[in-house]
């Protein structure tokens, strides 16, 4: 029946469980509508392609992003601290 309010028997997956979804899983399926926008959205739960062709959740993506940037902010103020100026002295 069209328009038919019957409840759903099928479980949802759980997309807060899922982090990583290789290539291979998704690239000749019905996802691979994601390669066109660069991410799709699972269940409301955005996916997004990482630079490995993995389809990474956002908020995943986003920490490891944040935490690649904090090391090096902390390799650029150690590099700072060991630097001397023109005259041979220490900054």
Known sequence: MIG??????????????????PPEHWRNDH??????YGG????GTMYLIDENGWLVRED???????EASKERKEKIKESKKNQYNLFGEET
């Open 60 to 66: 995943i993506l986003k920490k490891e992003k944040d």
């Open 31 to 36: 996802l691979s509508i994601a390669k066109f």
């Open 4 to 21: 038919s309010k019957q409840p759903r028997t099928e479980k949802m997956v759980d997309t807060s469980k899922i982090e990583r979804i």
């Open 40 to 43: 799709i959205r699972i269940h």
